[in-house]
Nanobody, 122 residues
Framework: VQLQASGGGLVPPGGSLRLSCAAS????????IGWFRQGPGKEREGVACHSVGEGSTTYKESMKGRFTISRDNAKNTVFLQMNSLEPEDTAVYYC????????????????WGQGTQVTVSS
């Protein structure tokens, strides 16, 4: 099981980014894929998750309407579209997988990508 996160970068406030999580070594449609982030001096927190059985979930009210998770099973890739980015969204973003259902809690995810840095600054 391997996950490769990409798509981070430096954007001004109000900008957009689309993160990608490319999976290999397992059938994506049997796994939940979560996006997490860890800001400077903060704990890792759940951002969004998608599983075939449950669909898409965005966890925090501050992210709903701005962040959207989607998947392309044919490409074995999960995306996180982030719009109207704010400086508070600055963090390293990780994707992770677990069999079956989504969870907000990172400790329930066994496989992790390497993380991609998102910096929101003018």
């Amino acid at each position: 099981v391997q996950l490769q996160a990409s798509g981070g970068g430096l954007v001004p406030p109000g900008g957009s980014l689309r993160l990608s999580c490319a999976a290999s070594g397992f059938p994506l449609d049997l796994y939940a894929i979560g996006w997490f982030r860890q800001g400077p001096g903060k704990e890792r927190e759940g951002v969004a998750c998608h599983s075939v059985g449950e669909g898409s979930t965005t966890y925090k009210e501050s992210m709903k309407g701005r962040f959207t998770i989607s998947r392309d099973n044919a490409k074995n890739t999960v995306f996180l579209q982030m719009n109207s980015l704010e400086p508070e969204d600055t963090a390293v973003y990780y994707c992770a997988s677990r069999p079956g259902h989504c969870s907000y809690w990172p400790q329930f995810f066994g496989s992790w990508g390497q993380g991609t840095q998102v910096t929101v600054s003018s």
